[in-house]
């Protein structure tokens, strides 16, 4: 364990392209980092699902790692996504992100081959030998196809020396009583389903990850600071009003409709990489209503 | 659709590497295709499960790809696997392997977010339309993280220009029966789940797809040829003695559990990639066993 | 174990009941048990899935076994299907059968509470010491609520005195030869996973628990007796003419489509109890081709 | 909708049976339930999945009923489980029910044949016209074999006369807010699912129904009542004192583990009806444990 923490809105940028090609816009990308960080973004966390970062290319991917420690400039601390089939191709990613300047990385393992336990615990370990950086363990089994138990969650943080944090993405509430339970809440936990973040804040969660920072405005952080202030009843209000939204991106799949939801707001990211394909015609009008709704009642 | 066709034993060869290192070793390499051909295949099928094609850089694929032409040396026909995230980078591969003189390639869709039909279509055709090699759509769920109906398998082989085979690995032996009944017996399909081989064979297979040849001799070849000569005892015969080490394969990791068998009759192919372990002690007493096993009964 | 054993096709009657009422009707029993005896029955076997077995109430349930009894009068043997949450209640049935005069009991464990291993080992050895049956032991796991494996369920033909044979219908024929590999071909095993029959006959099964048999006349008999005779092109065909129709009604659930199918050929069997609602028209409307397609290749 | 309304401890007492005998304990059912009116009950819910109601035969059922009914003597309201396969033995129940002066039915679907929205919601519907109590519709899916949404069990409440309260059962505390959500916090729904509870109340559950009341002293009253008068930390205390022993009895299986508990209580609650088996001596031996850790730390 080592002593990087973070509190609050971790913000995840999309990866944004050019119309119909595979090629980054950086000038849109430093538009939807200001954006977040405007919005009161305590962290900016690209390559993770919302990022697009299993689906890029090595050299997309150094390209986004180095122009996000451009564009954020120090403003806040940056956590890089690293998902990766191969220890090697991690450790290399993990290289990278600390000599680049990132100040920790989140990893998830993903599968062909379905891992063990003592195959994933050999993954974070072999990362965290070959780098300096604090490591989010971030499990999120409805992508990565591996699903790790809270309790081997809270293993590898104490038993692996910079595996430091959790992610929990889930979806289900009990995981996080586990891990506060279990590590006697010594172990900072984050939420990364966002439709259950204020039962996730109740539970004990640090922070918040979410690519909705920004593409509704403020209202996530509002949410958390709501929360934390002890305004219960306008932090439930805060929730109920972006849950419609919330929910519509997780269940929708995270890249293309958060995507979908910039064109709308005017910010032009492009298209997720195929096979994935843009939101139809019918859910782009539901998700444009949702939006709507969404900014409405926020003033 | 396009006319290549095989018939019989589809081989997968490992990719070997020097120990505990990811250097593929050629000359094993070569060993490996020779038995493998010498033992009766109809095809040598790279860069499958067993292969470990997820799992390689892009210049160890392509390394992988041109050695296999060079070894083979037009002996019998290349089937070259493909499972990729990202549509591009499966285009990249198909053309690759066109160039390089393979003769078909297998193509499976593999998912961090879920697929949906629509995506998988557009991700065939998009290879279908890049490269003329015939294409083997292959369906195997408990790897891909993603199921294709023997209904939308059909569908892109009378549609998609080049998809022209299938491939069926999910072990439901109805699918099979589907595939034939929804294409009136027109379509080449073959078996891609070891132990329900014999099932196969009896509802049609044209083929089947394995690691297990020359591991056991010539033993999967025997079996197939028993079948299509209709000494059917024989055949189940046959189909009993294999069925132990078969299951034993498929149900412990392919590629971890083939590789140690390699070891065990002393063809050193090294390890699989972290972050997959090698077989523990005690599962690697239980292979020895049912190799001797199988073995032994091959006379 | 003890020595009583059937060949072929095990014949489920529905349970017929008055129009809008939950009071059987007899005589159209006895038109269903003839009108599959005649259409070459092997054995009759009531109060299965498709005989609403589990929905009757104790009376119900006794005046149905009274009146096969009564109406198939020895001219093939009877077995009685029970489906029970507590142990209690099976053996009361089986004892009631046996008075009755049944020749087997077929038992499926049923579940509110997840059972474990030794609690349905528990359960048949209970029913075995409380009767002189032979009992058929019959894994089902889509509608009971558990799943036995093939090596428990040889477990229990060994060691449970009148457990004697096995009726698979999981639908996955891996297990058919996991039961002839464990047994070593010695414990006989029946298909009840309609449309995987043929590979189930290719496997070894000795026979066919179906409620088609009479519902698409004689079809299913002329099936099992073609491959039985090495007529393996006659009976693909048969498989192939009846394979929509038999998917249909797994599918959509055994006692509602039967039942429909019936009344589309003038048996008036009534509805299956409510909370099953009978078939929607639309439903109606394909059974209705599918049955009249099954039946005019009949000839 | 009517208007009966519970809130807090709805009390789930055992089903008390003589030492391996199915024959009610009397004495001691009162015994248990004076234990939890002691401890704090706001409702007594007998014949749920700790009361084993769907395991009893009609006499025991009536019974139980009947001696409920006597010994509760008016000092808290009465809510009837109810579980079965077919609506005609529900509404015989809910008749019973009524007729005996319980307050209110709590009704699950069961299933044999996978029910559909429309077979469920006309179970539902035949209940309302044939009883004039109100209905708490109850979801839990792990072991009714069905699983309702939140939208579907918001629209029986919405349509259906007695249909008033939900009771959600499934551990997914989503599921409350879609209620919540959907009936603009209009519908009155309780917790089932012990682990959960107070991410529950937080998410605005009126109770929680339990069977660990009594057993646990008043613990699970002290904790809504935390809950309830804002006392948070004290209520977070008492959660987590209370946590690892109610996971023990939802993983372990209800009615097995509470009688198990019970009986180290030195209150003689007999063993669950076979097929269930009693706790292993190693099991009860952790429960042990955990019991006497939750207990000693309530002073």
């Given at each position: 364990m080592n002593n990087f923490k973070i509190e609050g809105i971790v913000a995840y940028p999309v990866t944004p392209f050019f119309e119909n090609s595979s090629q980054i816009n950086d000038e849109v990308l430093k538009q939807v980092i200001d954006l977040q960080i405007s919005s009161g973004a305590n962290a900016i966390a690209p390559l993770g699902s919302a990022g697009e970062g299993a689906y890029l290319d090595?050299?997309?991917?150094?390209?986004?790692?180095?122009?996000?420690?451009?564009?954020?400039?120090?403003?806040?601390?940056?956590?890089?996504?690293?998902?990766?089939?191969?220890?090697r191709a991690a450790v290399r990613k993990a290289q990278y992100a600390q000599a680049a300047g990132a100040h920790a990385i989140m990893v998830s393992p993903f599968s062909y081959q379905k891992l063990t336990e003592p195959e994933i615990f050999q993954h974070y370990q072999t990362i965290s030998n070959s780098s300096a950086l604090p490591i989010m363990a971030y499990n999120n089994p409805s992508v990565c196809g591996v699903d790790m138990s809270s309790q081997f969650l809270v293993e590898m943080?104490?038993?692996?020396?910079?595996?430091?944090?959790?992610?929990?993405?889930?979806?289900?509430?009990?995981?996080?009583?586990?891990?506060?339970?279990?590590?006697?809440?010594?172990?900072?936990?984050?939420?990364?389903?966002?439709?259950?973040?204020?039962?996730?804040?109740?539970?004990?969660?640090q922070g918040w990850c979410t690519a909705a920072l920004g593409l509704i405005d403020d209202l996530p952080k509002r949410l958390f600071n709501s929360y934390r202030q002890g305004l219960f009843e306008q932090a439930e209000t805060l929730f109920k009003q972006q849950l419609p939204f919330l929910k519509f991106i997780v269940k929708n799949g995270l890249a293309v409709t958060v995507k979908a939801a910039y064109e709308l707001r005017n910010i032009s990211v492009g298209y997720?990489?195929?096979?994935?394909?843009?939101?139809?015609?019918?859910?782009?009008?539901?998700?444009?209503?949702?939006?709507?709704m969404t900014l409405l009642t926020n003033t």
């Open positions: 090595d050299m997309q991917w150094n390209h986004l790692v180095d122009k996000t420690l451009e564009y954020v400039a120090g403003r806040v601390p940056i956590i890089i996504g690293i998902a990766e089939l191969t220890t943080v104490t038993q692996i020396e910079h595996v430091s944090m959790i992610k929990e993405s889930s979806g289900d509430i009990h995981r996080m009583h586990d891990i506060e339970y279990l590590s006697n809440g010594t172990i900072p936990f984050y939420n990364g389903c966002n439709y259950i973040v204020l039962d996730a804040l109740k539970a004990g969660a997720a990489q195929p096979p994935l394909l843009p939101l139809t015609e019918d859910m782009q009008k539901q998700l444009k209503d949702l939006l709507s």
